[in-house]
């Protein structure tokens, strides 16, 4: 309630809270919500979050496996190049699938971040660097060393080079 948006409507925290919500989510985090909400209900708890937990745990032993034989892994952070601004704001399922590469590392809980990588037909894209949970010092270090690297070879910032936006 201190920080970020408020919309300082109704006499009580739950009004406020309520109010704020309203306003500062957009339909893609409300479907979000909602879809959890459901999933997690009585009637759908075990047959979903169960088993969904179970999958948690196979995936979480994936991960121990491949840090044991290395400091980080990378992936593209997602399937393709970024979408021109507006494009898939009325097609949920494609802003569902532009997170299929993040999805592993949030249920393992692990570290993880994405970085710039370039541009593809003038659009970015993005490349993703995981280490184990608690490993954040490696996981920026790797990602300040690639960020350098990249900066030597394209001379300069990404930024510099992104065309002008024009919505």
Do not use: C, W
């Amino acid at each position: 309630m201190r920080y970020g948006l408020r919309v300082p409507r109704g006499a009580s925290a739950e009004e406020v809270m309520a109010a704020t919500r309203e306003a500062g989510f957009g339909p893609e985090v409300k479907r979000r919500i909602i879809l959890g909400t459901y999933a997690l209900s009585s009637g759908y708890y075990d047959a979903y979050y169960g088993q969904a937990q179970k999958v948690r745990t196979l995936i979480s032993r994936d991960f121990a496996a491949a840090f044991s034989r290395a400091d980080v892994l990378v992936s593209p952070t997602t399937p393709t190049t970024a979408f021109p601004i507006g494009d898939k704001v009325d097609d949920p399922l494609a802003m569902y699938l532009n997170d299929l590469a993040t999805i592993p590392t949030n249920l393992a809980g692990t570290a993880a971040m994405s970085v710039p990588n370039g541009l593809a037909d003038g659009l970015p894209t993005g490349l993703q660097i995981m280490a184990p949970a608690l490993g954040e010092a490696v996981l920026y270090r790797v990602g300040a060393a690639y960020e350098a690297a990249q900066h030597a070879d394209d001379g300069g910032p990404l930024i510099r080079r992104v065309p002008e936006v024009t919505a």
